[in-house]
């Protein structure tokens, strides 16, 4: 078979490429390293608690293990510690008197401070007050009749990484195929080499097949690569039907291509394909969900680019394999998506041609 | 012979430019055939008409008895080209892309025969890239070759080599003729025309201008011989324009004469009888023939240069 033969061919030339090949695996991968720090850095910096404890006795013991969840730090100096919770450096301060223990028992009510900054609402004010609750019970004798559970929901409390992984894998495909395919295809008109198959019996759908085939071997490998080593780095976790994923990948892929093919047709050179495919990538990247969430647009803005190709991709590949849903969780974005296929196969199949 | 190209009243236009103007000619079974014309005469386009790559403004092309337009894929099969500077794939070795060309014909492949008939074996598993000049238009004659075509088309094959290499592409052409190909090739180069090509066609603003062998074309002329002679003593130039078949004479350098003559052989004994009458003697003789640069030069009025 010739469009297996070709298609071989096509994954030598792209394997052996090797400047490009690093390009488009090392691109992607570099955000995934950079969004995984921006991660990492907003999560320790949320949670610090520190804590001036002058007790040092059983009931500040008991106190401070109700804080177990969070970053505790131990401070001596309460003046510098107030000035570190003023400047951010401290979320929150708590202030233990001296002798906690015996105040409470001969001068109730023994009150502990909490320092944080107006606005700042949440856990660790909760957490305080619960402990403080469970010691007076334990004073009074009383055993606790009554118990709050809290559960985190891990599955649609999803932090920015997670979100921000599967827009970069499609980041990562979508520039490789629209760039990679339209500088393939000025590059073969530049150097003549599409004259050269013109006057053989190759058709245009043969070598159309073939280059959709070795770049989608590619993408396949790339998703993959970038997936993997966010999920690790990221520490994502990747809980979606690999079936579902692969079929989604395949699908955008072929828009990408498709993308790529009208790119590469109207491009002259190869600095000039590079040039029109960052003009259609950018500003896709920017607009469809991958670096923010669309609803931050204005209404207007977000309106037309919920259409654009990659907006739908980035939502229902988000679900899919980090939100653990079904393909048949988004029927409007898969109807989209195939919009887009039938569309651009159309129109890059008619508008190609070897010259 | 049967015809294996027929070319009838061929027009190709771009725009405002005539690129090729009503041009006629058919091309012969087993002949090297030259298209010999200065730069933008339409020799490329012409070429490209046949080889179905131009579609013609007008006229009727057919090639081995098929119809270039309606039978293109049948006639591509059978066709092998060469085209003007056009390169291959950059990441795939000379054996690969020789492979992959005859998928495309779906024949066997046979590329380490042709990489050696072209002198490239040891290069088999080298890159485009890494190929000298004349080491690349070498292999895009391997690659014309991949199907065995019964017919080639060269598009300048040798522009641009330096004078060894190009004599090596001449003897690849040769041994085309000799495998009983037939060869349709376009050059600028005379000396090319002249030691390759059964028949030229002398193309000039898009018109054929001439049509027939080097030494047809050259004899054609109205007087395509040049007597140069010196003698030892003084004389006026009458004597001489009175002999048989001259029909000028020029003074030459160091006082020479250059006759022009339409038959030497009739020429040389008259001038040989008026030496014994005049009492003169030679100090100087030259007989020559004009090229096919000379015919080029008065059929087109002007030179073939770069």
């Known amino acids: 078979m010739l469009v297996l033969h070709l298609t071989v061919a096509n994954l030598k030339m792209i394997l052996r490429n090797r400047q490009a090949l690093f390009w488009a695996l090392a ?47 131990m401070r001596d100096d309460e003046a510098q510690a107030r000035l570190d919770a003023r400047s951010g450096d401290l979320g929150y301060l708590l202030i233990v008197p001296e002798r906690l223990a015996s105040l409470a028992r001969d001068a109730p009510p023994a009150s502990v401070t909490l320092v944080y900054e107006e606005g700042r609402q949440g856990a660790v004010a909760l957490a305080v007050e619960r402990a403080l609750a469970r010691m007076d019970l334990a004073l009074a004798g009383v055993s606790p009749k009554f118990a709050l559970n809290t559960e985190s929901l891990a599955s649609d409390d999803l932090s920015f990484a997670q979100l921000a992984l599967p827009g970069l894998v499609l980041w990562g495909i979508m520039s490789n195929s629209i760039i990679g395919m339209a ?15 013109k006057v053989s019996p190759m058709r245009a759908r043969t070598f159309f097949a073939a280059q959709v085939m070795a770049y989608l071997a590619l993408s396949l490998a790339q998703a993959a690569a970038i997936f993997g080593i966010g999920a690790a780095v990221m520490r994502v976790d990747l809980s979606g039907n690999l079936l579902a994923i692969g079929l989604l990948i395949v699908a955008c892929n072929i828009v990408f291509l498709n993308l790529g093919f009208i790119v590469g047709a109207f491009s002259k050179t190869a600095a000039a394909a590079s040039g029109l495919g960052n003009l259609v990538v950018l500003p896709m990247v920017m607009m469809s969900g991958v670096f923010f969430p669309l609803d931050v647009l204005p209404r207007i803005v977000a309106a037309v680019t919920r259409f654009l190709p990659l907006s739908p991709m980035v939502e229902a590949l988000r679900g899919v394999a980090i939100g653990s849903k079904a393909l048949s969780d988004f029927p409007l974005e898969i109807a989209l998506i195939a919009a887009w296929l039938a569309l651009t196969s159309m129109i890059a199949v008619r508008i190609f041609k070897f010259e | 012979m049967a015809d294996v190209a027929r070319v009838e009243s061929l027009t190709k236009r771009y725009g405002d430019l005539l690129a090729v103007d009503d041009v006629s000619f058919s091309v012969r079974e087993g002949e090297v055939f030259g298209i010999l014309g200065p730069n933008g005469a339409g020799k490329t386009t012409t070429l490209e008409c046949i080889e179905g790559l131009v579609t013609p403004t007008a006229g009727a092309i057919s090639v081995l008895g098929m119809d270039a337009a309606r039978d293109a894929d049948a006639v591509k099969r059978r066709i092998g080209v060469q085209l003007q500077a056009s390169a291959y794939f950059d990441y795939l070795t000379l054996t690969e892309i020789l492979d992959l060309f005859a ?10 025969d042709l990489l050696r008939s072209v002198g490239l074996v040891d290069s088999a598993g080298a890159t485009m890239e890494k190929l000298s000049g004349g080491q690349r238009q070498r292999f895009t004659i391997a690659a014309a070759l991949v199907n065995d075509p019964d017919l080639v088309f060269l598009d300048e094959p040798t522009a641009g080599l330096d004078p060894q290499a190009r004599r090596s592409l001449w003897d690849l052409v040769s041994a085309m003729a000799q495998d009983g190909r037939t060869v349709i090739m376009t050059t600028h180069y005379i000396e ?16 054929i201008v001439a049509l027939d062998t080097p030494r047809n074309l050259v004899r054609s002329m109205s007087d395509p011989h040049r007597i140069t002679l010196a003698l030892d003593g003084v004389c006026g130039a009458d ?11 020029t003074a030459g350098d160091d006082g020479a004469f250059v006759l022009r003559s339409s038959d030497p052989t009739e020429t040389v004994p008259a001038l040989t009888r008026w030496l014994a ?17 000379d015919a080029f030069l008065a059929l087109t009025g002007r030179e073939l240069r770069e």
């Open chain 1, 27 to 73: 691109f992607p991968l570099v955000f995934v390293f950079v969004f995984a720090m921006i991660g990492s850095f907003s999560r320790s910096s949320a949670v610090t608690v520190g804590v001036v404890d002058r007790a040092k006795d059983d009931a500040s013991r008991q106190l401070l293990s109700g804080l177990d969840a969070f970053d505790v730090v």
């Open chain 1, 183 to 197: 500088v393939v295809l000025a590059n073969y008109r530049e150097k003549k080499i599409f004259r050269r198959i």
């Open chain 2, 103 to 112: 998928r495309i014909y779906d024949c066997a492949a046979a590329s380490a």
């Open chain 2, 192 to 207: 090319e025309a002249e030691s390759l090509c059964d028949r030229v066609a002398i193309m000039d603003r898009g018109r």
């Open chain 2, 239 to 249: 004597g001489l324009r009175a002999l048989r078949s001259v029909t000028d004479v």
């Open chain 2, 277 to 293: 009458e005049s009492g003169f003697a030679l100090t100087r003789l030259e007989i020559d023939t004009d090229t096919l640069e």
